[in-house]
């Protein structure tokens, strides 16, 4: 039994469209393959050493393989962060998170209005750093938040933080989750889009923050919490998972502040920020389970459709992940994995539907382990369980044998 379960989800990164991907328009679409297409051949020896050359359409080389590696496809009926997310913690989604391409009703917006007390700007599907520049002078003058949405199931309200305070936005974003987005309406996120800046020079901050929905059933999360194992979220987790099955929870600012804070959990504190409102220091992790999500591959680089910083931002986190490997000790599992694909070479700006790599490694492994195609996302969690000896029944199949035998 591994004493220490770290899952990492490189938020987007797919490897190549699903079988299904026909019916969301995305047969084809492959985020990492297309990348290094277009970049040319990406220096990810870390990735490659746990197997990511095994299952990705990626620059052949000699790989000496140490990790276990595979695919994964999404039973979830999404292909939105909550979805994937939620399925590997044992909850697909089988019944789709309302969507609305051309904005929201009228009667909807009423709703918003009368329960927030704020009129509003936009009321469209838009790009977030591009409504923020068209909109964004308006804005400043008449005090209205900037209301927009997306191919995912969101309602996205964005401010300026010396316009409406960012406890005026939470508040206002809480509002909708409770009193607005509900019913027909019950989208999967309600996100608080904060920016700064003059018009021309508008930059969205680190203090976005999530209001999912609620689960209609349980997470592997809780169920490890029942058994008194540690659960800690680093990132946007605490938001994904609407801070159920959390004990702990911390924010980050990009990916870099990510990797830091779990290698300052794992108890190597001279990698920690200095930012001691965000750092985990005085919280060793000696037991349990961690997950993490480095959002930044998506959010600025698979929307922005920015094929050139996607390639430098995956290996810079190759990079990180070298001392990572070092900081693990035999009884630690590390998975790698994503909820989703973001191919910026793709059309328009949205997720595309695509496998995701399933990476793991533990310094007592002594070669490479094929994981095979996974059927659901939804193996990592029962793999969690197995190896706590957790037996709550979820969906999903443990991989936890190829990794101990």
């Known amino acids: 039994m591994f004493k220490r379960i770290i899952t990492i989800v490189t938020d987007s ?49 000699q790989d000496t393989v140490v990790g276990a590696f595979g695919r994964m496809h999404e039973q979830s009926t999404g292909k939105d962060t909550t979805s994937g997310h939620w399925e590997m913690m044992g909850h697909p989604v089988k ?33 977030g750093t591009e409504i923020i520049e068209r909109l964004g002078e308006e804005h400043m003058r008449t005090g209205k938040p900037i209301v927009y949405t997306s191919a995912d199931s969101v309602f996205q309200i964005a401010a300026h933080e010396s316009v ?62 029942d058994a008194k ?24 600012k990009s990916n870099s502040h ?21 750092t985990a220091a005085e919280d060793e992790f000696n037991h349990g389970y961690l997950m993490v999500n480095l959002v930044e591959f998506d959010s600025l680089y698979g929307h922005r459709r920015d094929v050139q910083g996607y390639g430098r931002e995956l290996e810079l986190f190759d990079y ?38 399933i990476l793991a490694y533990s310094p007592v492994f002594t070669g490479p382990i094929d994981l095979g195609d996974r059927r659901s996302f939804a193996d990592i969690g029962q793999t969690i369980l197995e190896n706590f000896g957790v037996k709550e029944p979820f969906v999903g199949n443990s991989f936890l044998p190829l990794l101990t035998r």
């Open 164 to 225: 409406i305070p960012l406890e005026d936005l939470y508040k206002m974003c809480q509002i909708t989750r409770e009193r607005v987005c509900i019913g027909d309406y019950y989208v999967g996120r309600i996100i608080a889009r904060p920016f700064v800046g003059e018009p021309g020079h508008f930059v969205r901050t680190s203090n976005r923050h999530d209001y999912s929905r609620l689960p209609e059933g349980r997470f592997v999360l809780q169920a490890l919490q």
């Open 258 to 278: 990510g990797m830091n804070l779990v290698a300052a959990l794992l108890g190597h504190s001279t990698y920690d920020t200095n930012d001691k409102s965000n």
């Open 13 to 61: 990164v797919g490897i190549g469209h699903s079988p299904d991907a026909e019916r969301f328009g995305d047969s084809g679409a492959n985020t990492l393959g297309h990348i290094e297409e277009a970049v040319g051949p990406l220096h990810l020896p870390n990735l490659r050493k746990l197997g990511l050359g095994k299952i990705a359409d990626i620059t052949p080389q």
């Open 320 to 357: 990180q992940l070298g001392g990572l490997l070092e900081l693990l000790q035999e009884d630690d599992l590390l998975m790698i994995t994503a909820d989703h694909g973001n191919d910026p070479t793709w059309t328009g700006t949205d997720h595309t539907r695509e496998l995701v790599p």
């Open 229 to 252: 194992v540690p659960t800690i979220g680093v990132g946007k987790i605490g938001d994904i998972y609407a801070h159920i099955g959390l004990d702990q929870s911390y924010p980050t």
């Open 95 to 127: 019944v789709p998170f309302p969507t609305f391409y051309d904005g929201f009703p009228q009667e909807l917006m009423d709703t918003f209005t009368k329960e927030t007390g704020y009129e509003f700007l936009g009321n469209e599907a838009a790009s």
